[in-house]
């Protein structure tokens, strides 16, 4: 058996600007932390009297040949790199999936990892995440963009310069533990309990910013430039140790964001938002990954559990977490039957 651990994200900013509707024109850039909430894969080879693939997940699917996959992700991977059995492919996570975390992203690139130690083949951090992007975007035709792909096999505190013609250059930004726990103690994330797929909230941003002749068109992109200037500031604050500059720049990204798509925020979180701001001094926030619901980042710098409390009782309980270094990894390797037996004993 192959187990897996691949983290999930948080954007801190730049998000919107890794899809190539944006990025192609005029290049993109994510400054993104990985969180201690994990995505885990268990990739078991079955006995060679098993002439089926079992695939568990929501579902399970019991299928003869890779094609027959409903999952379109463990397809195309298991299409990508074929294993020499048949195999039995669980995956378990931390959260829900449709909160916006890049929960996909952290499934493809766990799962690909897998593969490569399953199939003895080398796992180059960046190929990997290459591979994953192209089933996603390539393959699957998915409106998504580069960053949950990169962070996961990546992690850490990373940055994401992409070039016009998709290249990423990945840089790291140097946060030490007083930094970091600064972080979680301020910027305190509450589960909405709204799950919701990204596709939907990101094919009405991308169409707009495709398509020139659209009325909201300049908008769309004019937010998006925007919303890249906010990512490069809030790097330096980070740089800077600056967190309360990083939340009030959190605001301004909250109203650019809203000008992507109707589907970006909800009523009742955006009247949610202006009375924290107001009761508990909240200097800014964010809705983690593309909208719509998920996951719901405050920054409180003093009162923390005066807040925790309140968003308790608007059923959004708060989520502990902490910044994790590590991107996807292998964190079990048993091969084979004499393999497990041996090191067992």
């Known amino acids: ?25 005029h290049g993109g850039f994510i400054f993104s932390m990985t969180i201690n909430k994990y995505m885990y894969i268990m990739l ?10 079992i695939i568990r997940y929501s579902q ?21 790199h074929p294993p020499h059995h048949f195999i039995e492919l669980t995956s378990l996570a931390d959260l829900p999936a449709k909160t916006g975390l890049g929960s996909s992203g952290a499934y493809l690139v766990g799962l690909l990892t897998a593969l490569r130690a399953y199939n ?27 960053q949950d792909q990169y962070m996961a096999a990546f992690g850490g505190f990373r940055t994401l310069e992409i070039a016009p013609d998709g290249t990423v250059e990945v840089g790291s930004v140097p946060v030490d533990f007083l930094l970091a726990n ?4 301020k910027a305190r994330v509450y589960y ?33 430039c925007r919303i890249k200037e906010i990512g490069r500031e809030i790097k330096t604050a980070f740089e800077q140790r600056d967190l ?76 502990p977490y902490f910044p994790s270094l590590q991107g996807s990894r292998v964190v079990a390797d048993f091969t084979s039957y004499e393999d497990f037996d041996a090191r067992c004993w």
């Not at 040949?65 to 195309?76: C, K, M, N, T, Y």
């Not at 600064?182 to 103690?185: D, F, H, K, S, T």
Request: with cysteine; charged share 25%; net charge negative.
């Open 192 to 224: 909405t309990g709204i799950q919701r797929s990204a596709t939907a909230v990101l094919m009405s941003q991308d169409a707009a910013a495709r398509q020139k002749e659209r009325q909201d068109h300049r908008r769309v992109v004019g937010s998006l």
């Open 182 to 185: 600064e972080l979680v103690n």
């Open 60 to 80: 399970v699917e019991t299928v003869s040949a890779v094609g027959d996959i409903q999952h379109p992700l463990a397809r195309e991977a298991l299409k990508l």
């Open 120 to 146: 003895r083949q080398s796992v180059n951090l960046q190929e990997v995440a290459e591979e994953a992007c192209h089933i996603e975007m390539n393959i699957l035709k998915e409106p998504v963009g580069k």
């Open 44 to 53: 078991h080879p079955l006995p060679v009297t098993e002439k089926k693939h």
């Open 1 to 25: 058996m192959i187990i897996t651990c691949t983290p999930f994200r948080i954007t801190l900013g730049g998000g919107g600007t890794d899809l190539p509707s944006f990025y192609e024109d």
């Open 244 to 319: 309360d500059r990083f939340a009030q720049l959190m605001d301004e990204h909250w109203m650019q964001k809203r000008q992507l798509s109707a589907r970006v925020s909800l009523s009742t979180l955006d009247d949610l938002y202006e009375h924290v701001k107001k009761e508990f001094g909240v200097l800014g926030g964010k809705i983690i990954g593309a909208g719509g619901g998920g996951f719901l980042m405050l920054y409180c710098p003093d009162k923390g559990r005066a807040l925790d409390a309140y968003m308790a009782a608007q059923d959004m309980p708060p989520v």
